[in-house]
């Protein structure tokens, strides 16, 4: 190997990787360059491209995502209003379909409904669509809730997640109030 100590070689490959050159602003992404700009999941960036058509990276070979900067910019602004604005993913798409494929810059507030909606959205998922049974009278396995159900359990609930999720409400609230307050 090398005479070099392990903390020099260490310092070595941190230049170097510090030394690398950053991409151009036009230069496309890949799905973990976007994902890391964004702090969005990998699988959540696939899952908006089955609900949001206009975001079409190109595909190489092997599946390979690549992200132009038009896309990116959709992305951040569709985080945005889901994320930030409180929209539901129904309501990011009316407003993709009400501008024409484009979503503008001076997009209103969510309203009361909307906010009702996504919070509804959050707090209860839709139930998985259990699959039709191939055989006429064959009755469908028991779900985890009905098994639960049955020894009289409830789904464990994270109560750091609770009081997380209860915190951000409030502060949800206090800053609807202050745009109420500026609007």
């Given at each position: 190997m090398s005479d070099m100590p392990a903390d020099t070689m260490t310092d070595a490959v941190t230049i170097a990787a510090r030394a690398r050159p950053k991409k151009a602003p036009n230069a496309f992404r890949t799905i973990s360059e976007v994902a890391d700009d964004l702090h969005i999941p990998q699988h959540v960036l696939r899952f908006w491209e089955t609900?949001?058509?206009?975001?079409?990276?190109?595909?190489?070979?092997?599946?390979?995502?690549?992200?132009?900067?038009?896309?990116?910019?959709?992305?951040?602004?569709?985080?945005?209003?889901?994320?930030?604005?409180?929209?539901?993913?129904?309501g990011v798409q009316r407003?993709?379909?009400?501008?024409?494929g484009r979503l503008s810059d001076d997009i209103p507030p969510p309203s009361a409904e909307e906010l009702a909606a996504?919070?509804?959205?959050?707090a209860d998922p839709p139930a998985p669509i259990e699959p039709e049974l191939p055989i006429p009278g064959l009755s469908p396995a028991p779900t985890v809730a009905q098994q639960a159900a049955r020894v009289n359990l409830r789904p464990k609930v994270d109560p750091e997640t609770e009081r997380l999720r209860a915190?951000?409400?409030?502060?949800?609230?206090?800053?609807?109030?202050?745009?109420?307050?500026l609007g």
């Open positions: 609900k949001f058509p206009q975001v079409k990276p190109l595909k190489r070979g092997g599946g390979r995502r690549y992200y132009r900067p038009d896309d990116i910019a959709l992305l951040r602004r569709i985080s945005d209003l889901l994320y930030i604005q409180g929209y539901t993913i129904k407003l993709l379909r009400d501008g024409g996504a919070e509804a959205e959050r915190l951000l409400t409030e502060t949800l609230r206090e800053l609807e109030t202050l745009r109420a307050l």
